[in-house]
């Protein structure tokens, strides 16, 4: 395909026949051949690094969460100046010469002129649907409800009350000790590549989606050059395509856009138009979907991963993790594809890692260029895990702010912020409201949203756990705060499934080799603040422990809600188990080679089994991803292993009734 004005002719390249409907055109039309098209997943092993110690003294141009497009102006210089005048923002057309296709033998060329590309100022906003479909209208209480089905059936009605945002979390009724001494963090920047090359002109930015509502998406761009680009989009099956202004991205510094005005429960198909600096030529991505929310009652696929442990030396195998990877995008990559994707945890390892100060971005750009092969189409949710360093223990809590503020946690949270897209508070998501730290803003560690028949809520029983867990298992908990939001978002909720995120328990397993680190099967829910009762005595200890929570230990409130699942990681196994009817699903992790029945490992294994807190013989150790597909008579929630993508078990949930059918 070439792009002309003023004589000035742009190539975009491809190794093959390449069609118009991989920037949502809607139209099949061969294009000249010349080069390369690349896809934003191609070339990620050479933007990947291998952990090091890269010192720094220049800050980033933004501590607060997100960059602002003011803080990264678009730079039409990386153009060469005409064709910098044919894309800008304030053009309303971008002239598009007809492709020639090369003849065949003894056959005359085919010239087909393709339909041109509408420029819009600023973020464009799609077409408004002719079918009329409104959005879901925002929830007061900032979770909406799933917006009503075609069929006329109602929405689920707020409640009054509202879903209130988090309260300033109260110390836990556990005492506060005094935190180990911290390093003090100084500012951290990606450290820039080597200048492009002719192959590096064809490196698409990765990218990032997260946050999806009914309207909208977000998305972090990432490149490893200074890159120019913009976003090209449209619901999928029409013409009328939308674009972005063009930006100017930073090297190695994620740039947030948003697609808003999006119509609700559709389908959508974008592609990125960058050039990745000056003397480069302009390629377009292959094309990638997303979904708005989903119609109550309307059927939909998810998945959920744990425990990647990325560059953990002996937990971490580049080819397992691949073939998880690749069956994900297989998924994705098909009609109608999984509508997001929720990691449980345990991705950035800087908690167990331990990077210097200078270098601790280096994780947070590496997971980027892992995800972005499924995240390019899958939108992403963040779950904290114990080994990802926030946790609030290691916050010196009698220190300064100032002490505060550069400690590890608070930097690992800032880094989450600027690199993934994971929801703030809107009408649509509700999040954490307890902002404490203004390097972090919104700590975004605690969400919750409905998607079609189902409410999503995502824990964290890390960020107030502001005690190490030398004593007892009471010493891990949500706080105040989140379990009063957990109470208020449970309760006011009416949709069929209840579905809950969370690395670990606020509690867990005592009495074995590995101490109180919050693992175990569904017996150990019944224990500390998560179950209430302390096993010292056999006695409910709850208020004792937690004295004005007054909604009952966490699975009470489960049980009164009815929540259909937890979905769990840690402890690096498969196991599903039933307590009170409510299913506790722990998670498998996605990178390894677990070892064969039979072997010395294999019983070594088993070993561990028993240490974590479950029976050796109802696990399955096998590496892979979860697949839950949500429709409206029941969920069937399906386990997939890496080396097959064949669903190695399964169970099916009914709405009403947790309890899962074999």
């Not at 925002?138 to 109602?154: D, E, F, H, W, Y």
């Not at 590496?366 to 189409?377: D, G, K, L, M």
């Not at 992790?589 to 010395?600: Q, R």
């Amino acid at each position: 395909m070439e792009f002309q004005e003023q004589g000035l002719v742009a190539r975009i390249r491809s190794s093959g026949p390449v069609f118009v409907t991989l920037i949502g055109l809607g139209l099949a039309v061969t294009l000249t051949v010349i080069g390369t098209v690349q896809i934003c997943s191609v070339g990620m092993s050479n933007s990947l690094r291998n952990y090091s110690k890269v010192q720094s003294t220049s800050p980033l141009p933004s501590r607060n969460g997100d960059l602002t497009y003011q803080s990264l102006r678009p730079v039409v210089g990386f153009f060469p100046n005409s064709f910098s005048q044919l894309f800008r923002a304030d053009k309303p057309t971008v002239i598009v010469k007809p492709a020639v296709t090369p003849a065949a033998p003894g056959k005359a060329p085919v010239t087909v002129k393709p339909p041109a590309v509408t420029a819009k100022s600023g973020l464009a906003p799609a077409a408004p649907a002719k079918s009329g479909l409104a959005p879901a209208a925002p929830a007061k209480s900032g979770l909406a409800p799933a917006a009503p089905a075609k069929s006329g059936l109602a929405p689920t009605a707020p409640a009054k009350s509202g879903l209130a945002p988090a309260a300033p979390a109260k110390s836990p009724a556990a005492p506060v000790g005094i935190a180990k001494s911290q390093k003090f963090l100084s500012p951290v920047t990606p450290v820039a590549p080597a200048a492009p090359s002719t192959l590096d002109c064809q490196l698409a930015p990765n990218v990032i989606l997260g946050a999806p509502t009914s309207n909208s998406i977000n998305m972090k761009v990432m490149s490893f050059y200074p890159a120019s680009v913009f976003v090209s989009w449209s619901l999928v099956g029409s013409s009328d395509l939308q674009r972005t202004e063009t930006f100017s991205l930073v090297p190695q510094m994620p740039f947030p856009i948003t697609l808003s005005s999006l119509q609700w429960s559709s389908r959508y198909s974008y592609t990125l138009w960058y050039t990745n600096a000056l003397g480069c030529e302009t390629f377009i991505s292959d094309v990638f979907f997303f979904h708005t929310q989903r119609q109550l009652l309307e059927e939909f696929t998810f998945a959920v991963i744990a425990d990647s442990h990325f560059q953990d030396p002996g937990a971490f195998e580049e080819e397992v993790f691949s073939k998880t990877r690749t069956n994900i995008m297989s998924t994705a990559r098909s009609t109608p594809g999984y509508d997001f994707l929720v990691d449980l945890g345990d991705t950035f390892m800087g908690g167990k890692l331990e990077p210097d100060d200078a270098s601790a971005h280096i994780l947070y750009e590496n997971v980027f260029a892992q995800y972005s092969p499924i995240a390019c189409s899958v939108p992403l949710f963040l779950t904290n895990g114990n080994h990802d360093g926030e946790i609030g223990a290691f916050i010196p809590q009698r220190g300064t702010s100032a002490s505060q503020e550069q400690s590890s946690p608070v930097n690992y949270a800032r880094l989450r912020n600027v690199y993934f897209p994971n929801p703030s508070q809107s009408s649509f998501y509700s999040t954490n409201q307890d902002i404490k730290y203004t390097d972090i803003g919104e700590l975004r560690n605690f969400y919750a949203w409905n998607w079609g028949s189902a409410v999503f809520i995502v824990l964290d029983p890390y960020w107030y756990s502001l005690t190490h867990i030398t004593k007892s298992p009471w010493e891990w908990t949500l706080g105040y705060g989140q379990y009063e939001w957990l109470n208020t978002v449970l309760s006011v909720s009416s949709v069929p499934y209840k579905f809950v995120f969370i690395h670990q328990y606020a509690g867990g397993i005592f009495g074995t080799t590995r101490g109180f680190d919050g693992g175990g099967d569904q017996t150990y829910a019944r224990y500390f603040e998560w179950g209430g009762i302390d096993p010292k005595t056999g006695q409910d200890a709850f208020t004792l422990n937690r004295p004005g929570w007054n909604y009952g230990p966490i699975h009470t409130i489960f049980m009164r809600s009815h929540v259909s699942v937890v979905f769990r990681g840690h402890d690096h196994l498969y196991h599903v188990g039933v307590l009170d009817n409510i299913i506790y699903n722990t998670l498998p992790k996605t990178s390894v080679t677990y070892p064969v029945p039979g072997t010395n490992a294999f019983e070594k294994g088993k070993t561990d089994v028993l240490s974590r807190g479950y029976p050796a013989d109802d696990v399955l150790l096998v590496s892979g991803h979860t697949e839950v597909t949500v429709g409206k008579t029941q969920a069937v929630v399906s386990l997939r292993a890496s080396d097959t993508n064949a669903v190695v078990t399964q169970y099916t949930v009914f709405p009403g009734s947790s309890k899962p059918l074999e």
